[in-house]
């Protein structure tokens, strides 16, 4: 099952959870404040093979230069 992101509208929590593809958009439960106005975010995934990064975003949105050794995003 994918992770998918989400946003709460009312109190800007973001968090993840893991959902069936079927119910990825379905209503939910903020986990930090209990509302129910929360977004399903766009995420950018990473996938490697034989040490090479095969897919994604043009960058690690946890780093600055766009290359990190963390996530092997080049």
Do not use: W
Not at 31 to 54: D, M, P, T, W, Y
């Amino acid at each position: 099952m994918p992770i998918y992101e989400y946003t709460c509208q009312d109190c800007q929590a973001h968090f993840e959870l893991i959902r069936n593809m079927k119910d990825a958009d379905s209503p939910l439960t903020c986990e930090h404040c209990q509302g129910v106005n929360v977004k399903r975010g766009i995420s950018l995934f990473n996938a490697s093979s034989s040490g090479r990064v095969i897919a994604g975003g043009s960058s690690c949105s946890s780093c600055s230069s766009g290359a990190c050794s963390t996530c092997g995003s080049h």
